[in-house]
């Protein structure tokens, strides 16, 4: 089976943020990276080349297909952010009305800036998050 090719690394997650050319976008990398500090208590990492994660979770679907995946995480995209979280958690979808500007995948949040949204139903729903993850792979 194939392993995965997202995995923490040792770069360092400030020199990475601070390779981001657009200004704004740095800055706002800047403030997500303090508000999902803060909001985990955990220290961010580098997963693979693109993803500033904090903590981890091992996870084992049916398929026999297994890894380890961060609790929650970011990605400064060139168009907006990508934010990982739990596909499911608590008042998930009454937390995304709230919010403000976003789109979603199946586990992702996308946003353009941080002032598009409310920074805390941001903070609400990555510890909702972060707390059913901790409850269905602990």
Known sequence: MAQNK???TAICVEDF????????????AFKLLALLKDETTLQPK????A????????????????G?????????????FAIYLAAEFAD???LLQQLGRHKT?????????????DEKILKKMVNNSVSHLKTVYD
Not at 46 to 49: D, M, S, Y
Not at 51 to 66: A, D, N, Q, T
Not at 109 to 114: A, H, V
């Open 68 to 80: 380890d995946a961060p609790l929650v995480g970011f990605s400064p995209r060139s168009k907006e």
């Open 46 to 49: 580098l997963w693979g080349t």
């Open 17 to 28: 943020l601070n390779a981001i050319g657009d200004t704004a976008k740095r800055d706002d």
């Open 92 to 94: 998930k979808e009454k």
């Open 51 to 66: 993803i500033v994660g904090f903590g981890s979770y091992h996870y084992k679907y049916e398929s026999g297909r297994e």
């Open 105 to 117: 995948g199946i586990s992702c949040l996308y946003i353009k800036k941080l002032a598009y949204i």
């Open 6 to 8: 997202t995995i923490p």
